[in-house]
């Protein structure tokens, strides 16, 4: 297991749920040097776990914005509803933007993210067999 760091980022469209799985959505900018080498990294992961799995198209988790950067769709880890997500502040960070949970976060705030990658996986779409990579939240640190 691999773990990336992903530093000074938001959650401009915060925790989405979907099937049951909550997911953050972090942005990529294009322009930043750890945020590029962070999607090709996924990237890279993406395509040897494919050929692995026998070549079947990949669903990423990293999304096209208009803008020209991307949204990268990380799952987050829980059991019976509870989020196993670690939170730390930085020494900047005002008490008043400390959290109860990872839900509480707000859309606009700064965090540095720690993701592990995991092993890839297939599924089945309208009968067809596609591949993709699991991405877990390990750590959210805010700034």
Do not use: W
């Not at 760091?5 to 930043?32: C, H, R």
């Not at 939170?87 to 592990?116: F, G, P, R, V």
């Amino acid at each position: 297991m691999e773990f990336l760091q992903l530093q000074n980022t938001i959650a401009p469209f915060g925790i989405e749920s979907s099937g049951g799985i909550k997911y953050l959505k972090v942005l990529l900018k294009m322009d930043d040097t750890n945020h590029q080498f962070v999607k090709d990294r996924l990237e890279y992961f993406e395509q040897l776990e494919a050929k692995k799995l026998g070549n079947f198209p990949i669903i990423s988790n990293i999304r096209k914005l208009k803008d020209n950067n991307d949204l990268l769709r990380i799952k987050i880890k829980t059991f019976k509803n509870k989020t196993f997500t670690k939170i730390n502040y930085d020494k900047n960070c005002l008490k008043e933007d400390y959290l109860k949970t990872l839900d509480e976060l707000t859309l606009d705030a700064k965090i540095h993210t720690k993701i592990s990658i995991g092993k890839g996986y297939t599924f089945q779409v309208d009968g067809e067999t596609k591949s993709g990579l699991n991405i877990q939240l390990e750590e959210v640190t805010i700034l």
